[in-house]
């Protein structure tokens, strides 16, 4: 599509309020060039302040060209921003223009802070235009907020930066996929019709047997690729990403010696800088016309399609690699959910048929065989009749029973099945995607990063003013520069560690002052709910606290991130992501580490207590064991950080941030309703919450698989609830991203990075947390150990009697001994213990069967490990990183690509033979060529070198060529005289 000298020159500088074809605030004023990116920027003005400048008006003017070059009669001040204006009996050139960059042609004062963002804003956007970018702006700058520069980049910029990037562009070669015939291709047929109401309806999605071949875009090879029309050629995800490279690495050395557009976002130069949206996301006309928005919005984030499948390859294509890999990995967890639900319920259910056939139930309900347990508390608590915790001992069934273990082992697996089918799901998405092979973006250094080196080099400067220039601008931060940052980052999450402990231990005198107080109520009933009301009330304030601190810990993880002053966004990223799991894996699980490992461990034994503050005893286990109170614990955080973090501080908070901001702008509303000026696309995205990373939304999901993986041995119900809660937030994240978020650049990635080791090492830690909780906090280990060593018939009966030691009463120290007891005179007491009785010559020492059960415990750890560590690794055996489909489809994309391109080379040969024999036939002292013959004209597409592509001058005999090499090929395009103008040396490709 070549354009008239007249069309590439288009203003760049119109009126938006009255655009010839609006286009819904997508394109410039003149309803073709695409709105690609904005730039937004708050103009203030101040009437009490006087500006140096004010007297000027053409200081702060700049003549532009739509194709992104600067006219030659300007001069290099105009050019760089300097001013030099235009006297007024000049005549304009054709195309050129003259953008108010300053001030709005009114001798209004402005601080001299906005004077200096107004010349920095000047020389950057004339460094744009430099690079080929279009520019367009308001003709009328607002005396207050915001002010909206439009980017557009032309197709020669599209076709340079998609070369410098490597983008991968679809061929005209294209090859049908192999279907394994037979028994597969019927069920594969089978699965697909029962999976058509669950596939989202997403026009022109292709689910076909044909694919085209990819390769690296270049301008070499224009004709290779499939291009049915410029405008469309790349997407606009793909144009956004263009132009955010040119803005990355764009300088204003003149004004304030910083690079990109993140710098001076930091600076306060511009207020945000985003690709625009594709229109609204309600669909207004008809169903066929709907754009990608429209379509994401209808077919993936609404609650009503919950039960469809995602539309994954239009998430990447409107949203980009990055954020398609973690809507992919979300969606490949929650399927993979489902059958871990399966198996809990099952396991669950289990539980509950066979409670009423426990044995050890059973007997602590037995009222007949009057277990008197000694008090719970010093002085003011009674003897106490086993038989009254029978529903606890009941409830701890539902959970603790032979299922568990198998349970376990089957998490435990399930969490590396998970990640090797993730695997290969990612490389299924690369291969699709055509991320094979991509390599890591070149990054620029972070705002703060050049911040302190600039200083560091002004400093350095003053101190050595000999020193040479070349060897200040090679200085990088060393490890001395950022010791006073690795300090205070030590120190500070030392003091975060003990803050969470802190939580937990005060949580714990909670509990045990509690516990007391309730124990000295005269009230019988009050004192039959101790065990229940504490542990209630208990687990809702460490859930509080939790979620206050999580709150904290991710802001001061921002915080320690910034002072070790990273250079790279990658490098941040990565460090702000482990700082932040480690402090939020800590707040999270630690009360469930405490109820888990520690409660009842250390509480010793009647007429021995450990005592806290010398009053207060430590905290035991309910009769039933610790694993019913690990249940009720893991329970309540889960679904309270599910329900209240993950779902109502994500819908709540925006809404509120919403609601803030609308009545913020009310006025401004107002005022623009009656100017009668619809608001147009960037009005509308400018308003949206900012795009600040995929951080929070991965944090989230990796804490639930925590929830999910390390303690399910006490709550197999744990992956139902994650599978209900994943349900909602795919939905909430889908909607949040396509209607309340700005328009995230479209980044590239091959994997989800450091997360997935993440995941990884949370897989092998919950093979030994489960196996501890199996082995130490369940009963399971004491129970097998009493069936095949001490009982007599070799069933359960007896168990409950063998698990209780006895104390003798005269015992107690002076003054812990209950006072008006109930129950009669009584001389021993029972307590949950391996101890000898005080008739034995090692009264109160540990018992054989301590020993026993301690050895049958470590045992058993390190049996379940290892056999399922070795589980594991045949699983990842038998499952292959990269399908086979995948390897064939790589090995015979490579063999048509090479074909593609020997092809091209034979015909470019076969052309050059024809040309020196049809040259050998002409007679002395003819044309070599004529212009009216039918050879290609060098050019975009042409493959001739331009030797050979003359204009048809000269009447003298032409020399021969060498031999042909195909090195002589070239990209330069000679100087046409039909085409050139002072601005080509730019834009062409």
Not at 38 to 62: A, E, K, M, Y
Not at 270 to 282: L, Q, R
Not at 441 to 465: S, V
Not at 603 to 618: C, K, T
């Amino acid at each position: 599509m070549q354009t008239s000298p007249t069309e590439d020159k288009i203003p760049v500088v119109s009126s938006a309020s009255s655009p010839q074809v609006s286009g819904e605030g997508l394109y410039f004023a003149d309803g073709r060039r695409k709105v690609d990116y904005v730039l937004v920027f708050h103009q203030r003005r101040h009437s009490s302040l006087r500006s140096p400048t004010s007297t000027s008006i053409s200081q702060d003017r700049l003549s532009v060209v739509s194709n992104g070059n600067f006219p030659q009669s300007a001069g290099s001040d105009v050019a760089a921003g300097r001013g030099g204006g235009i006297p007024s009996g000049e005549a304009v050139s054709v195309g050129e223009v003259f953008m108010e960059l300053g001030g709005g042609g009114e001798n209004e004062p402005t601080e001299p802070a906005d004077h200096e963002m107004r010349l920095i804003r000047q020389e950057f956007e004339a460094n744009l235009v430099e690079a080929g970018l279009e520019i367009e702006r308001d003709r009328d700058l607002k005396t207050h907020g915001p002010s909206f520069t439009r980017l557009h980049a032309p197709w020669p910029v599209l076709c340079r930066e998609a070369e410098f990037l490597k983008i991968k562009v679809p061929t005209k070669t294209s090859y049908e996929l192999k279907e394994e015939g037979g028994f597969s291709t019927s069920i594969s047929t089978v699965w697909r019709k029962l999976n058509q109401p669950f596939q989202p309806k997403v026009p022109h999605q292709d689910h076909g047997s044909t694919k085209f071949l990819s390769h690296c875009f270049s301008r070499d090879k224009l004709h290779l690729y499939h291009i049915t029309s410029k405008d469309t050629f790349f997407d606009n995800a793909t144009r956004g990403r263009i132009v955010y490279e040119i803005l990355r690495r764009t300088v204003c050395v003149r004004t304030c010696q910083t690079i990109g557009i993140s710098t001076l976002i930091a600076k306060g130069v511009y207020d945000a800088a985003f690709p625009i949206h594709d229109g609204d996301y309600k669909v207004i006309g008809h169903l066929e016309e709907r754009n990608d928005r429209q379509v994401l919005h209808e077919e993936w984030a609404r609650y009503s399609a919950f039960y469809k499948y995602q539309p994954i390859d239009l998430v990447r294509k409107y949203f980009g690699e990055k954020i398609g890999l973690y809507f992919a990995w979300l969606g490949v967890y929650t399927q993979l959910l489902v059958p871990a639900s399966i198996v809990g319920i099952i396991v669950f259910g289990y539980g509950v048929a066979t409670v009423n056939t426990d044995i050890p139930s059973l007997e602590m309900c037995d009222e007949r065989l009057n277990f008197t347990m000694c008090p719970l508390c010093d002085g003011a608590c009674d003897f106490w009749q086993l038989s009254t915790a029978c529903g606890t001992a009941r409830a701890s069934h539902l959970f603790d029973n032979p299922a568990t273990v198998f349970f376990a082992i089957f998490m435990s697996l399930w969490a590396v099945l998970f990640l090797e089918h993730w695997k290969r799901r990612q490389i299924s998405l690369s291969f699709s995607w055509d991320l094979t092979g991509i390599e890591e973006d070149e990054e620029h250094p972070r705002p703060k990063y050049e911040t302190i080196l600039l200083q560091k080099r002004q400093r350095k400067q003053k101190n050595k003013k000999k020193k040479k220039k070349n060897e200040l601008a090679i200085e990088k931060l060393t490890w001395k520069d950022r010791l006073p940052g690795y300090f205070i980052n030590v120190s500070s999450i030392l003091f975060m560690f003990g803050l969470t402990f802190s939580a937990v231990f005060g949580v714990i005198i909670y509990r045990i002052t509690v516990s007391a107080l309730m124990a000295m109520s005269p009230d019988p009933e009050t004192k039959s709910n101790v065990r229940v009301t504490v542990t209630a009330t208990a687990v809702i304030i460490n859930l509080v606290v939790i979620l206050i601190l999580d709150e904290i810990y991710g802001a001061v993880a921002v915080w320690l991130t910034e002072l070790e002053i990273p250079k790279t966004e990658t490098n941040f990223e990565e460090r702000l992501i482990l700082k932040a799991f480690l402090l939020k894996f800590m707040n999270a699980y630690a009360p469930i580490f405490y109820v888990a490992f520690f409660k009842g461990r250390f509480a010793g034994r009647p007429g021995s207590y450990v005592y806290v503050f010398n009053d207060y005893r430590m905290e035991e286990c309910a009769p039933g064991g610790c694993l019913i109170e690990l249940c009720i614990q893991l329970s309540i955080i889960m679904l309270g950080k599910q329900l209240i973090q993950n779902n109502i501080f994500e819908i709540g908070i925006p809404k509120l941030k919403k609601l803030v901001r609308a009545l913020k702008d009310k006025g401004r509303a107002v005022q623009e309703k009656e100017e009668e000026r619809p608001p147009q696309q960037w009005n509308l995205d400018y308003a949206l919450v900012p795009f600040e990373g995929l951080t929070p939304e991965y944090m989230e999901m990796i804490i639930q698989f925590g929830f999910v993986s390390l303690f399910v041995a006490s709550f197999p119900l744990a992956p139902l609830f994650a599978l209900l809660n994943n349900v909602i937030e795919i939905r909430l994240d889908a909607k949040k991203f396509v209607t309340e978020l700005r328009r995230p650049v479209a980044a590239r990635a091959k994997d989800i990075g450091i997360w997935y080791n993440i995941l990884s090492g949370m897989g092998k830690f919950s093979v030994i947390i489960n196996a501890f909780v199996i082995s130490f906090t369940s009963d399971f280990i004491p129970r097998l150990v009493y069936q095949y060593m001490y009982s007599h018939t070799g069933t359960m009966h007896g168990f409950i009697d063998h698990t209780l030691s006895y104390f003798n009463v005269s015992n107690f120290k002076q003054g812990t001994a209950p006072q008006n007891s109930q129950l009669g005179d009584i001389t021993v007491c029972r307590y949950k213990d391996y101890r000898e009785p005080p008739w034995s010559p090692d009264a109160y020492q540990f018992s054989k069967q301590y020993w026993s059960v301690l050895a049958a415990r470590l045992a058993f750890v390190i049996l379940f490990q290892n056999l399922v560590m070795f589980l594991s690794l045949v699983v990842a055996w038998v499952i292959p990183d990269v399908p086979k489909t995948i390897v064939e489809q790589l090995k015979r994309e490579k063999k048509l690509l090479v074909d593609v391109f020997l092809r091209e080379e034979k015909e470019k040969f076969q052309l050059i033979q024809s040309l020196f024999a049809k040259d050998a036939t002409l007679p002395p002292g003819s044309h070599v060529l004529h212009p009216a013959q039918e050879i290609p004209i060098p050019g975009r597409y042409s493959t001739l070198p331009p030797s050979l592509a003359g204009d048809g001058g000269g009447g003298g005999p032409r020399a021969r060529c060498r031999a042909a090499s195909f090195s002589q090929f070239s990209r330069k395009i000679p100087p046409s005289p039909r085409n050139e103008n002072e601005n080509s040396r730019h834009t062409a490709v």
